[in-house]
Structure formats: structure tokens, C-alpha cells
């Protein structure tokens, strides 16, 4: 890493002083929803540009494989998922911390060289940090034995482009930079886990919404973490999930509620698994984070599966098509989880129509009641409520089950009782 004045001639050498980008992931070790922003240092570089920095997570790398099957993908019957396509063939650029390719589900063909904007000559392929590797397994993870987690779309192939580290050496300018060759490297999906956390100067904010526009000119869809800064309730926007066309991902719970830290906002397209997520690290093995930075991925990987499946629809019909068969509560969206929360099956499989690009549509489902009602969800690291009440039932059925048993008992215990006392009776009246 060099010092804050060499980052700083490479900005100006990108021809950017402009805002830094944030990495959507949160320690798996926070418990508390206001403890979401304590993971985000702030740092001033010596140019006054303001840079953003990656915490590190509780997680250790190389780690030992957990075996058996996320949550996340449990609610997902894979073979249904899977019946006409596991992605391959479509490109998945994620621009992020690296991605490595010595984790044995991230080999075979998985990811292919990219770019590195932080090393000069890079390829992408390596990760210091651990944040890009996660993301890349929850899209096209390959399977293994010794797991039950696999990438959603496991025969896809990640282009890796290094664009940020735990330094908060990547900025708009890198980013822009990052977008343009995914574009036109052939991406299809281009994931971005990363928002800015600020305003930016409009001339800024006009290059970051020119690359965006550059490559949805090429088709490539944009699916983009909508940020973490969501405790305190207040509705902003982020970039680039909030510029047009960019599906904004939010991260649910296992309840299908916001996750408290999930930050909301008239932009949110979609919701999408973010707390409890099992994923690939550098070396080897598994670790487990949250964040709307593996949210979003998780929609990246449907997506991919649409793709393959339809590859003469364009993004906007991709987009319509995983807010449409979303599972909500309400014939609308909100600001918490958008649409919903994306149901892979259906947005892969409910496709005898071709979808609009003009979004979906209010459709009457579920019971759930309104939208006003939507609230975040309390951060559960151990059983659900769900869970909970099924536990307290088996007690109630066991308890009923031991009831019936004692009476039986009692019961024949009492007619032994009476059956010898009558024949004592018996017995004294012969003798008399």
C-alpha cells in the first residue's frame, strides 16, 4: 500500500478528486442495528478528498468449509432452480476487492482474468481483503463435496476487477474506469457492491452517471448494493444504485423483512438475503458476514439465470422480471424492500410471458396488509420467531402427550387397586 500522497497523485493522474466508495459488508460480529454504522472509518487524505475504508470482518482466511446449507439457498429448491440453466456462458464483472481463484469452488473456469486498477499489470485475481471473494462465490460459487454452499449460478464465469481494498484506495474515478472495461469486456451483469457516501460535485456526478449509461448502452445490467447507513431510519439516496436503471438491491432477513441496517429509499428496486450469509473466502473455506454488499450478488446470480435462459431479453426486461415475481405483502413496492424479496424460482422460471421494460406492475398478493406496516426486522443471530413458536408448540404437544400418559397410568394403577381390594373382600367374606 503506498502512502496518502502517492493515493492521492494516483486520483489526479485518473483526473478525479471525487468521492471514494464504500464496500457493503458489515462484520458478522455486529448484534445491534446502530452499531451498523461503527463499522465505516472515516479518514481525510492529504488532497481534503474524503475516503471511505473497509473494516475488516470477524472472519479469517484461509477458514475451514462449513457443511452444511445456508439458510439463503434452503429456501430455494436448487433443482427447480436449475432445471433449464446453471448460467453458463453469461459474464458477471464484479467490481470490487479482487476475487481469488486459489478457493477450490472459485477454479475450473469460474473466473477469468480481469483488471486490477490498484496494482498496475493486475488481473483481478487476487484479494487481500476477502470482500470480493465473497461476493463472487454467492453468484457462481462451483460445488464441492465437502459443503452444501454453492453459487446461484454455477456455471457462470466472474470477470474480477480490483477497484477498492481495506484502504479505501478506490474512488468514482477507478470506478468509472472499473465500469467502462466491464462494459466492454462483455459483461452482461455488472455487480457492484460499493456505494458513495456522500453527495458528489455534479461535474463528478455526471462522469459516474456517463459510465453507467455507457454500459447499459452495451445491455449490461448494473445490480447495485443499496448501502448499510439504514438504522437511523432516514430515507437517502446512493450511487450508482440510485441512478436510473441500476437495480438497487436491499438486504431481508429470514422473515423477509428489511435487515435493520439496510439503508432505504424511493431508488430500492429489490430485497434480497443479507444476514447470516455463508460464502467462499481467499485459500479456502467459508466465512459468514451481512451486508447489503451480499444482497446483492444474490440478485446477480438470478439474474445470470435469466440471462442464459433468455439471452435475446435486455436488462430492463431482466430488471421487470425479478421486481415482478418478487415475494411481497403488497400489490406495490415500498422503500424498505422495494418490490419484494426476490423468489429465484419464479423469476427464472415464470416466464411464459416476456416481460416489459417499463417495470412491473401493481398485482393484488398476499395478506401481508400496507405498506406503512413494513418495519426492519430485529437482527436475530440464533432461531427465528418462526422458530421459536415451533419449539414452544413440540413443548405443548409433549406436555399434552405426557398428560394423557399420567392418566392412562393413574387409571390403572386406581382399577389394579379396586380389582384387589375386591377380591380381599372376597376372601374374608368365605372365611366367615
Given at each position: 500500500?503506498?502512502?496518502?500522497?502517492?493515493?492521492a497523485?494516483?486520483?489526479?493522474?485518473?483526473?478525479?478528486?471525487?468521492?471514494?466508495?464504500?464496500?457493503?459488508?458489515?462484520?458478522?460480529?455486529?448484534?445491534?442495528?446502530a452499531?451498523?454504522?461503527?463499522?465505516v472509518?472515516?479518514?481525510?487524505?492529504?488532497?481534503?478528498?474524503?475516503?471511505?475504508?473497509?473494516?475488516?470482518?470477524?472472519?479469517?482466511?484461509?477458514?475451514?468449509?462449513?457443511?452444511?446449507?445456508?439458510?439463503?439457498?434452503?429456501r430455494?429448491?436448487?433443482?427447480?432452480?436449475?432445471?433449464?440453466?446453471?448460467?453458463?456462458?453469461?459474464?458477471?464483472?464484479?467490481?470490487?476487492?479482487?476475487?481469488?481463484?486459489v478457493?477450490?469452488?472459485?477454479?475450473?473456469?469460474?473466473?477469468?482474468?480481469?483488471?486490477?486498477?490498484?496494482?498496475?499489470?493486475?488481473?483481478?485475481?487476487?484479494?487481500?481483503?476477502?470482500?470480493?471473494t465473497?461476493?463472487?462465490?454467492?453468484i457462481?460459487?462451483?460445488?464441492?463435496?465437502?459443503?452444501?454452499?454453492?453459487?446461484?449460478?454455477?456455471?457462470?464465469?466472474?470477470?474480477?476487477?480490483?477497484?477498492?481494498?481495506?484502504?479505501?484506495?478506490?474512488?468514482?474515478?477507478?470506478?468509472?474506469?472499473?465500469?467502462?472495461?466491464?462494459?466492454?469486456?462483455?459483461?452482461?451483469?455488472?455487480?457492484?457492491?460499493?456505494?458513495?457516501?456522500?453527495?458528489?460535485?455534479?461535474?463528478?456526478?455526471?462522469?459516474?452517471?456517463?459510465?453507467?449509461?455507457?454500459?447499459?448502452?452495451?445491455?449490461?445490467?448494473?445490480?447495485?448494493?443499496?448501502?448499510?447507513?439504514?438504522?437511523d431510519?432516514?430515507?437517502?439516496?446512493?450511487?450508482?444504485?440510485a441512478?436510473?436503471?441500476v437495480?438497487?438491491?436491499?438486504?431481508?432477513?429470514?422473515?423477509?423483512?428489511?435487515?435493520?441496517f439496510?439503508?432505504?429509499?424511493?431508488?430500492?428496486?429489490?430485497?434480497?438475503?443479507?444476514?447470516?450469509?455463508?460464502?467462499?473466502?481467499?485459500?479456502?473455506?467459508?466465512?459468514?458476514?451481512?451486508?447489503?454488499?451480499?444482497?446483492?450478488?444474490?440478485?446477480s446470480?438470478?439474474?445470470?439465470l435469466?440471462?442464459?435462459?433468455?439471452?435475446?431479453?435486455?436488462?430492463k426486461?431482466?430488471?421487470?422480471?425479478?421486481?415482478?415475481?418478487?415475494?411481497?405483502?403488497?400489490p406495490?413496492?415500498?422503500?424498505?424492500?422495494?418490490?419484494?424479496?426476490?423468489?429465484?424460482?419464479?423469476?427464472?422460471n415464470?416466464?411464459?410471458?416476456?416481460?416489459?421494460?417499463?417495470?412491473?406492475?401493481?398485482?393484488?398478493?398476499?395478506?401481508?396488509?400496507?405498506?406503512?406496516?413494513?418495519?426492519?426486522?430485529?437482527?436475530?443471530?440464533?432461531?427465528?420467531?418462526?422458530?421459536?413458536?415451533?419449539?414452544?408448540?413440540?413443548?405443548?404437544?409433549?406436555?399434552?402427550?405426557?398428560?394423557?400418559?399420567l392418566?392412562?397410568?393413574?387409571?390403572?394403577?386406581?382399577?389394579?387397586w379396586?380389582?384387589?381390594?375386591?377380591?380381599?373382600n372376597?376372601?374374608?367374606?368365605?372365611?366367615?
Amino acid at each position: 500500500m503506498g502512502s496518502g500522497a502517492s493515493r492521492a497523485a494516483r486520483r489526479s493522474a485518473a483526473g478525479t478528486a471525487a468521492m471514494a466508495v464504500l464496500a457493503c459488508g458489515l462484520p458478522f460480529a455486529a448484534a445491534a442495528p446502530a452499531a451498523a454504522a461503527e463499522h465505516v472509518r472515516t479518514t481525510l487524505a492529504d488532497d481534503g478528498d474524503v475516503r471511505f475504508q473497509v473494516d475488516d470482518t470477524s472472519c479469517s482466511f484461509p477458514s475451514d468449509p462449513i457443511k452444511g446449507t445456508p439458510w439463503s439457498l434452503q429456501r430455494i429448491v436448487l433443482d427447480q432452480l436449475w432445471q433449464d440453466t446453471k448460467g453458463k456462458d453469461v459474464k458477471v464483472a464484479v467490481i470490487d476487492t479482487g476475487v481469488n481463484t486459489v478457493n477450490a469452488q472459485l477454479k475450473g473456469g469460474a473466473v477469468v482474468s480481469g483488471k486490477d486498477y490498484l496494482h498496475k499489470g493486475g488481473t483481478g485475481k487476487s484479494d487481500e481483503v476477502g470482500h470480493g471473494t465473497k461476493v463472487a462465490g454467492i453468484i457462481a460459487a462451483r460445488p464441492i463435496d465437502d459443503t452444501g454452499f454453492v453459487g446461484l449460478a454455477p456455471e457462470a464465469t466472474i470477470i474480477p476487477i480490483r477497484q477498492n481494498d481495506d484502504q479505501g484506495s478506490g474512488n468514482v474515478g477507478t470506478m468509472i474506469q472499473a465500469i467502462k472495461y466491464a462494459a466492454d469486456a462483455g459483461a452482461d451483469i455488472i455487480n457492484i457492491s460499493q456505494d458513495t457516501a456522500s453527495k458528489m460535485d455534479p461535474t463528478v456526478d455526471a462522469g459516474f452517471r456517463a459510465a453507467v449509461e455507457y454500459a447499459q448502452g452495451k445491455d449490461a445490467l448494473i445490480v447495485a448494493a443499496a448501502g448499510n447507513n439504514g438504522a437511523d431510519g432516514k430515507i437517502k439516496e446512493t450511487y450508482p444504485a440510485a441512478y436510473d436503471g441500476v437495480l438497487a438491491v436491499a438486504a431481508s432477513d429470514r422473515n423477509n423483512a428489511r435487515a435493520p441496517f439496510s439503508q432505504s429509499g424511493k431508488f430500492v428496486g429489490i430485497a434480497a438475503p443479507g444476514i447470516d450469509m455463508v460464502s467462499t473466502v481467499p485459500v479456502g473455506g467459508h466465512c459468514v458476514d451481512q451486508g447489503t454488499s451480499f444482497a446483492a450478488p444474490y440478485v446477480s446470480g438470478v439474474a445470470a439465470l435469466i440471462r442464459a435462459k433468455h439471452p435475446k431479453w435486455t436488462y430492463k426486461q431482466v430488471i421487470t422480471q425479478i421486481e415482478q415475481t418478487a415475494d411481497r405483502t403488497k400489490p406495490g413496492r415500498d422503500d424498505f424492500v422495494g418490490w419484494g424479496v426476490v423468489d429465484p424460482a419464479a423469476a427464472v422460471n415464470d416466464d411464459t410471458t416476456a416481460p416489459s421494460e417499463d417495470g412491473p406492475k401493481p398485482d393484488q398478493v398476499g395478506t401481508g396488509g400496507d405498506a406503512a406496516d413494513v418495519e426492519a426486522a430485529t437482527l436475530v443471530l440464533g432461531e427465528t420467531p418462526q422458530q421459536r413458536t415451533e419449539r414452544y408448540a413440540l413443548y405443548v404437544l409433549a406436555a399434552g402427550f405426557a398428560v394423557v400418559l399420567l392418566l392412562f397410568g393413574g387409571g390403572r394403577v386406581l382399577s389394579d387397586w379396586r380389582r384387589k381390594q375386591g377380591m380381599g373382600n372376597n376372601v374374608e367374606s368365605t372365611g366367615s
